[in-house]
């Protein structure tokens, strides 16, 4: 039953988004999500954040999920939201459109990992030349850093593997774990959230760290309202009530991030990504 129910808030959102917005209400914040989980995971994960900004803010904040990575760049594009919690790659394109700015990332930045299952004969890098690697969506960092990735170390185009994208990191890790694919490459966040913890799976290589997925702000904003939710992020390292949220969440403490460090990890976060295999 409480799946059911929160299946059907997580609909109700979505059906409400386009009127809300169309609306305009000043008393409301829309904060996007992307589709890094599935509907349900991600709106009771993100659920404690909501209340926790609505409260800090004195104003309305009201989750908008996306079905997909395209509806999220769509909706992105179109200014629709007011906050949106997404990819480094997502927030690149968002900043260069004029429409948003960096606001807050967890304390960490975020790398990606190879991960094999532990009697797979894959060992190294060099292992996984014609092979196929399975991703996160490929219009997101993850499959566009890979192909960067092999090039630095050396591959030839014909030497890099295939990758086949999936419609979450949790999706590319169990396309790995169900031998569908040679191998997975996620976000070290997703890997830390569960997949591989303690199972029987080995790491055989990760990428450069680089800015992971972040909460960036509408410059429809006030520059008031926009450094009231940055302090507001920020201090939830600072309280036990913030920390209860940030382990309900299942994120780091919070830190201001700029477009620098954006713009230091261009070359991984812009690059298209490699030919999808079939």
Do not use: W
């Not at 309305?60 to 949106?84: G, H, P, Y």
């Not at 990606?112 to 894959?122: C, H, M, Q, W």
């Not at 939830?236 to 382990?247: A, E, H, P, Q, W």
């Amino acid at each position: 039953m409480q799946k059911f129910s929160v299946s059907l808030v997580c609909m109700f959102f979505i059906m409400l988004a386009q009127p809300l917005y169309a609306q305009g209400r000043d008393d409301e914040l829309i904060l996007g999500i992307a589709p890094f989980m599935s509907p349900e995971a991600l709106f009771k994960r993100m659920t404690p954040l909501q209340e926790y900004l609505s409260e800090k803010l004195d104003r309305k904040v009201v989750i908008e999920l996306n079905r997909s990575v395209e509806q999220l760049i769509e909706r992105t594009d179109a200014d629709r939201f007011d906050l949106v919690y997404t990819g480094p790659s997502f927030a690149l394109r968002a900043f260069g459109s004029g429409l948003y700015s960096p606001a807050v990332i967890p304390d960490e930045l975020s790398y990606s990992i190879f991960l094999v299952n532990r009697d797979s004969p894959v060992n190294s890098l060099n292992d996984l030349k014609g092979k196929l690697v399975s991703t996160p969506p490929a219009k997101g960092a993850v499959a566009r850093i890979g192909p960067v990735f092999f090039e630095e170390q050396g591959f030839s185009s014909t030497e890099i593997p295939k990758f086949k994208p999936y419609a979450s990191h949790n999706a590319a890790f169990l396309a790995m774990r169900n031998g569908d694919t040679d191998a997975a490459m996620i976000a070290s966040f997703a890997y830390r959230d569960g997949n591989g913890v303690g199972s029987d799976v080995r790491v055989i290589a990760k990428t450069e760290s680089y800015p992971g997925i972040s909460l960036i702000l509408s410059n429809r904003l006030s520059a008031a309202l926009r450094e009231e939710i940055i302090v507001s992020m920020v201090e939830l390292g600072n309280s036990d009530t913030g920390r209860k949220v940030l382990d309900k969440i299942n994120f780091k403490p919070f830190r201001r991030i700029s477009i620098q460090e954006f713009n230091h990890a261009r070359r991984y976060l812009t690059n298209e990504p490699q030919p999808i295999a079939e």
